[in-house]
């Protein structure tokens, strides 16, 4: 049985990335379906308050972000590499590049009215109500592009990515890297989740083929569990991190030992509170206990988390 528990939903743009991540790496996994609005208890229950999709599970170790879970799949098995050398700076900022503005704007241009419907064919109409709210709650104080800005800026970065893809099959070159993992999973979304704006990709033919060469990387050998086998096998693991630095780097003034908050700097204001047992160039680890899984060492990255000292009421 897999140690590599990802906690994600099909339709999750994020989760694609990373599901794809483990195809590629050829791994083996144990799949946990989560809710896709609040409330989540049993993801809570994990992450003591971070509720975005996805994070992945190893014992008592929570994964949070995409990005830091890369970085746990690159060192569980290097090979095939999604930062080779000589450019994975180049592929690590093209990869943020695409996980946030090519992202948002992918986004704003699905959910039009007919991207939302086919979104919803299936569900009740109560299901649209509440994912929209939810997301609305999660977005205050974010500016989302207008549909008509968000098409001109989406059709733009398409063009870019074919330009990238005229001489290579993959965006950097003869191999995929992180960067078209982070790339493919918005336009992923357009494609299979709201194919009635998936027109917009047509434009963009080497995009498109290059679409069906990630996609035939399928998602590895995946088995299904469930949130309760996943918490019982937390609380009966020791946490024991997979990030290879240690290092403390105090850019805060909060000394290890800490109480402390980490949040998202964006997109969902939930927090988590706990005392920071690692603060390194690259991530936070924060320990605390929960009555049904234990102790955990709940994980996040640096880029894109705001780390306060926690307030206390005394
Ligand atoms: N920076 C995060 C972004 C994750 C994210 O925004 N995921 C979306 C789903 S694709 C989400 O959390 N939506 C709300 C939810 O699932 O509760 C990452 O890379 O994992």
Excluded at 15 to 25: F, T, W
């Amino acid at each position: 049985m897999s140690d590599l528990i990802l906690h994600h939903y099909a339709a999750s743009p994020f989760s694609e990335k990373i599901r794809l991540v483990l195809g590629y790496k050829k791994l083996a996994w144990r799949s946990v379906i989560v809710p896709q609005i609040m409330p989540k208890p049993d993801v809570q229950a994990l992450t003591g308050g971070y509720r975005k999709t996805p994070f992945l599970q190893v014992g008592a170790d929570i994964y949070c972000d995409s990005a830091l879970i890369c970085d746990v799949l690159e060192h569980l098995q290097p090979e095939p590499y999604l930062y080779p050398e000589p450019s994975k700076g180049l592929a690590r900022t093209l990869a943020q590049w695409a996980d946030s503005t090519l992202f948002s704007v992918a986004m704003a241009y699905s959910f039009s009215p007919q991207g939302a419907a086919d979104l919803f064919a299936k569900a009740p109409p109560e299901a649209a109500k509440a994912f929209s709210e939810d997301r609305r709650a999660m977005s205050a104080n974010m500016v989302r592009p207008r549909p008509a800005d968000a098409a001109c800026a989406y059709k733009s970065y398409l063009r870019r990515l074919s330009d990238m893809l005229d001489d290579t099959p993959y965006l950097m070159g003869d191999v995929p890297t992180i960067a078209d993992f982070a790339c493919y999973h918005p336009l992923w979304f357009t494609r299979k989740r709201t194919p009635s704006m998936s027109g917009v990709l047509q434009l963009t033919p080497a995009v498109l083929d290059w679409m069906d060469r990630m996609a035939a990387i399928g998602h590895g050998t995946m088995e299904a569990t469930d949130a309760a086998t996943a918490i019982a096998h937390a609380a009966a693991s020791v946490p024991h991190t997979l990030l290879t630095d240690s290092t403390f780097q105090d850019e805060h003034g909060i000394a290890l030992g800490s109480r402390v908050t980490i949040g998202a700097e964006s997109f969902g204001p939930e927090t988590t509170e706990g005392e920071l047992v690692a603060a390194t160039r690259t991530h936070y680890t924060l320990r605390r206990n929960d009555a049904r899984a234990g102790t955990l060492h709940v994980h996040f990255p640096r880029i894109g988390y705001i780390l306060k000292t926690a307030e206390t009421t005394t």
